[in-house]
């Protein structure tokens, strides 16, 4: 039983590491905010970590598979592989409310609809300023900072705003 029980505070001080690593791209949120941390468990003599990409291409994984075995390895857990797994495909559901508020606190209006046909093709009916919470706003690109977010801005206040895309 003893095992047992270090082995479960093993996994799960792994997953505390791996869940302070910051997105490059978004530093307010954490992959576990994301929800692109999905799983921490015993493998052979280490831990694997696994995380999906926000999307296939996204460039920041290298980074966060860096960051990943780095901070397990400050954590004194070694030795760490961190596996991609591209299946089930990550979508915006899985961002946490947390990760939703600090979207928000960074004046980044979070996606406003749930995955499926119509949140990855069409554009929201509403997308709130994260500035004054006016819903006067337009998309001025379907691009923003990043490829996962568009460009908005807000006819209130004028203030432009990223807008994280519902994928």
């Known amino acids: ?10 996994v799960a001080r792994a997953w505390a590491a791996a869940a302070t690593v910051c997105d490059p791209e978004i530093p307010t949120l954490t992959i576990e905010d994301l929800g692109v941390l999905r799983d921490v468990r015993l493998a052979g003599d280490g831990v694997e970590v696994t995380i999906t990409p926000t999307y296939s291409g ?7 598979t860096l960051d990943v075995e780095t901070a ?3 954590a004194g857990i070694a030795p760490v592989q961190v596996r991609l797994s591209l299946s089930p495909a990550w979508t915006t559901d899985w961002l946490t409310d947390a990760g939703r508020a600090r979207l928000l606190e960074a004046g980044i209006a979070p996606p ?5 046909r119509r949140g990855l093709f069409a554009a929201p009916d509403v997308v709130a300023c994260p500035q004054c919470a006016s819903a006067d706003t337009e998309q001025v690109s379907e691009f923003g900072s990043t ?4 460009l908005y801005r807000c006819r209130t206040c004028a203030e432009p705003f990223d807008y994280f ?3």
Not at 1 to 10: K, S
Not at 112 to 116: C, D, E, H, K, L
Request: one cysteine or more; charged letters at 15%; a positive charge.
């Open 112 to 116: 406003v609809a749930s995955t499926g």
């Open 72 to 74: 397990l390895t400050r």
């Open 58 to 64: 996204c460039p920041a994984m290298n980074v966060i």
């Open 165 to 167: 895309k519902c994928l």
């Open 1 to 10: 039983m003893v095992e047992a029980a270090q082995t479960g505070d093993l």
């Open 147 to 150: 490829a996962c977010k568009a």
